[in-house]
């Protein structure tokens, strides 16, 4: 029964480092998706997969990147990390046309 | 003008009061629409799907309204424990975005 499946739980990286937030589903849902989650701002969509191997720029996709080489997993890289990427990170997944399950969250602060 | 609108609240309200949240959505296209709670730094979570029939789960009925492009939830006899945010979302079929979130309600039942 894990479901989605986030770590880190917390994070606090320096300006300009760069890491992965990892993101595992045990559904088999096809659709794989990532938002932050910031005060007043609800929840944006920064990237997605249909399947494995296809993947697509949500709302705010600058300074991420994504990739879905299996139907499980779906990391995000945040490459050079800013302050503004300070915020709450949840992964979600579902079949398409479904309602969403959603990971615990990461919960980043860069300094 | 966002395409999913609620009013941010909060909400507090003593135990056992009748409680009414609205949500316009601005895309007369969008396709299904769904309530979801958020407690406080958790995961968002299903609560119901609203259908256009409108459709109850215990103490919460949802309704759709598509001429004026709105949802509600309605929650009957309030507990301490549903205490959270919700979300309202929209799904908008083909969209890059597809699902689409409000900020969130928030809501405090009070002893």
């Known amino acids: 029964n894990a479901g989605v499946t986030q770590t880190p739980k917390f994070q606090v990286l320096k300006t300009g480092q760069s890491m992965t937030l990892q993101c595992a589903q045990d559904?088999?849902?096809?659709?794989m998706s990532w938002y932050r989650q910031d005060p007043g701002m609800g929840l944006r969509l920064i990237h997605y997969?249909?399947?494995?191997?296809?993947?697509d720029q949500g709302e705010v996709p600058n300074g991420y990147n994504v990739s879905r080489s299996t139907t499980e997993d779906f990391p995000l890289r945040l490459l050079s990390a800013a302050p503004s990427q300070t915020s709450v990170y949840f992964c979600?997944?579902?079949?398409?046309?479904?309602?969403?399950?959603f990971g615990q969250g990461t919960r980043l602060t860069v300094v | 003008r966002k395409e999913v609108e609620q009013d941010p609240g909060p909400f507090n309200v003593p135990e056992g009061a009748t409680v009414a949240f609205n949500c316009t959505y601005s895309n007369s296209a969008s396709q299904s629409f769904f309530w979801y709670r958020q407690d406080c730094r958790k995961e968002p979570k299903l609560l119901m799907s609203v259908y256009s029939s409108g459709n109850e789960d215990g103490r919460f009925t949802a309704q759709l309204n598509r001429a004026s492009q709105y949802i509600s939830l309605l929650i009957r006899d309030s507990k301490l424990s549903d205490s959270a945010t919700y979300l309202c979302v929209v799904f908008l079929s083909g969209s890059a975005r597809q699902l689409t979130f409000g900020s969130g309600t928030q809501l405090t039942v009070l002893p």
């Open positions: 997969s249909v399947g494995a191997g296809i993947t």
């Open positions: 979600a997944s579902r079949k398409l046309n479904a309602e969403a399950f």
């Open positions: 559904m088999n849902h096809e659709y």
